[in-house]
């Protein structure tokens, strides 16, 4: 059995609804099973006896992670080891999801699985101690993605078009690089994995192809937003500068990943950015 832990997260929804369309049958839990509590995830195992189990629960509020470590530790690093706890235990193959924050952004490379690691952010560090702890166990899939927004979720592109149907103007900025990502992408490759019963595992980077600023994003955001009818008036977008945007997290400046291993390893195409955000769009307007 298939279990989905975090289900009504961002990625979560769209990993369910891949499921459902591939007829995998799959138990769906959400945040009444507490990952920390390894109690509670040890009386749900037993009832799903899960073969596989993708772990979609995590503290993603990257600026509140600041003020509120301990619950960002707990969940992203605790609450990973008790799901490999439990992994272990029942064989299970578990595919668990990292973030590109766990790099400081100083490079100028895209940034391979076996580069040096420095967050700049608590919820970077929790992440990359969660990623150890889901590495530690044999049948384990890490996949560090980047930048997700999705349909069922509050993400960057929603904002955008939110602000930019309410300002003349708006400023995005245009000094952090890297690679915006769809989540029925992760999905579509966390499905395939499944089906094809691949014995992939270890540290990975997945994203859409392409690295740009957010305020390219957002330029094309506007772009398809005018083109699908979600924005109905005219907005100016200026780039600006992160140290005009100051946030409580400091972010890497460039977190483009490598993902020749992952498109070696599995045989695969990545998706380019652009395409990715014209599904979503396509789906967004037929939802
Ligand atoms: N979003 C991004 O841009 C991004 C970028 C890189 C990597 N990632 C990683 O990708 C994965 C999926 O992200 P996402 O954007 O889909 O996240 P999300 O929408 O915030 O979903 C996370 C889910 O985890 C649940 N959760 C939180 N604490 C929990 C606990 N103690 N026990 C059980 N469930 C708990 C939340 O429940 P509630 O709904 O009740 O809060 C929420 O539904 C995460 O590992 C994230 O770190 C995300």
């Given at each position: 059995m298939i279990?989905?832990?975090?289900?009504?997260?961002?990625?979560?929804?769209?990993?369910?609804?891949?499921?459902?369309?591939?007829?995998?049958?799959?138990?769906a839990t959400g945040a009444e099973i507490d990952i920390t509590s390894l109690e509670s995830l040890k009386e749900e195992a037993v009832k799903i006896k899960p073969s596989y189990i993708i772990n979609c629960a995590a503290y993603t509020k990257v600026d509140m992670a600041e003020d509120e470590s301990d619950l960002a530790h707990k969940v992203n690093?605790?609450?990973?080891a008790n799901i490999a706890v439990i992994a272990k235990d029942y064989n299970a193959?578990?595919?668990?999801?990292?973030?590109?924050?766990?790099?400081?952004?100083?490079?100028?490379?895209?940034?391979?699985e076996d580069d040096k690691t420095n967050p700049l952010s608590?919820?970077?560090?929790?992440?990359?101690?969660?990623?150890?702890?889901?590495?530690?166990?044999?049948?384990?899939?890490?996949?560090?993605?980047?930048?997700?927004?999705?349909?069922?979720?509050?993400?960057?592109?929603?904002?955008?078009?939110?602000?930019m149907n309410e300002k003349d103007s708006i400023k995005v900025v245009s000094d952090q690089y890297?690679?915006?990502?769809?989540?029925?992408?992760?999905?579509?490759?966390?499905?395939?994995?499944?089906?094809n019963n691949s014995n992939i595992s270890g540290l990975y980077h997945y994203t859409n192809d392409g690295a740009i600023s957010w305020y390219d994003f957002a330029l094309e955001i506007y772009k398809k937003g005018i083109e699908y009818k979600q924005i109905n008036s005219e907005c100016i977008i200026n780039p600006c500068?992160?140290?005009?945007?100051?946030?409580?997290?400091?972010r890497p400046k460039y977190s483009l990943m490598s993902k020749e291993h992952i498109k070696r390893d599995l045989s695969i195409e990545l998706v380019n950015w652009k395409t990715s955000l014209d599904i979503f769009f396509h789906t967004l307007i037929n939802k």
């Open positions: 279990w989905v832990i975090g289900s009504n997260g961002m990625l979560a929804r769209d990993i369910i609804l891949m499921l459902k369309k591939k007829d995998l049958k799959y138990i690093a605790e609450g990973v193959k578990l595919i668990h999801f990292s973030t590109d924050y766990v790099f400081d952004g100083l490079s100028q490379n895209p940034y391979r608590i919820y970077g560090k929790t992440k990359l101690e969660g990623e150890k702890h889901a590495l530690r166990i044999d049948n384990s899939l890490v996949l560090r993605v980047s930048w997700l927004y999705g349909i069922n979720g509050a993400n960057f592109v929603y904002t955008m078009l939110r602000l890297g690679s915006p990502t769809n989540t029925i992408d992760i999905a579509n490759i966390v499905i395939d994995i499944i089906k500068v992160t140290r005009e945007y100051p946030t409580k997290a400091i």
